[in-house]
């Protein structure tokens, strides 16, 4: 599977971003699917997950970070998961990456750990400045 993400750029402060994660070679159905950032001088953190499932879509993860900002869905015609980010805050300025595993079922407790994933998007960055 090839992921494509996109949809970073420069926000102010309390504005909002949508990323998107297109897949293509492979269904993303049923398995997790997770969005991780990276900023300079950090280790990559994963702040939201849909979890594998064996029927529909498996549970929801938020890093404490982007709790209630959030929200991760996707559409499983168009083969892409989202990543709205709402009141974005200056410390949410990282490299935006999506990921996801065709070989193994990844539990949403799972998720936070990039060790779980591999196949990976190139990222797109994410900016919040005034």
């Known amino acids: 599977v090839q992921l494509q993400a996109s949809g970073g750029g420069l926000v102010q402060p309390g504005g909002s971003l949508r990323l998107s994660c297109a897949a293509s070679?492979?269904?993303?159905?049923?398995?997790?699917i997770a969005w991780f950032r990276q900023a300079p001088g950090k280790e990559r953190e994963g702040i939201s997950c849909?979890?594998?499932?064996?029927?529909?879509?498996?549970?929801?993860y938020y890093a404490d970070s982007v709790q209630g900002r959030f929200t991760i869905s996707r559409d499983k015609a168009k083969n892409t998961a989202y990543l709205q980010m709402n009141s974005l805050k200056p410390e949410d300025t990282a490299r935006y990456y999506c990921a996801t595993d065709l070989s193994r079922f990844v539990a949403t407790m799972a998720c936070p750990y990039e060790m779980n994933f591999g196949s990976w998007g190139q990222g797109t960055q994410v900016t919040v400045s005034s």
């Open positions: 849909i979890g594998s499932s064996f029927d529909g879509d498996g549970e929801i």
């Open positions: 070679g492979s269904s993303l159905e049923y398995h997790a």
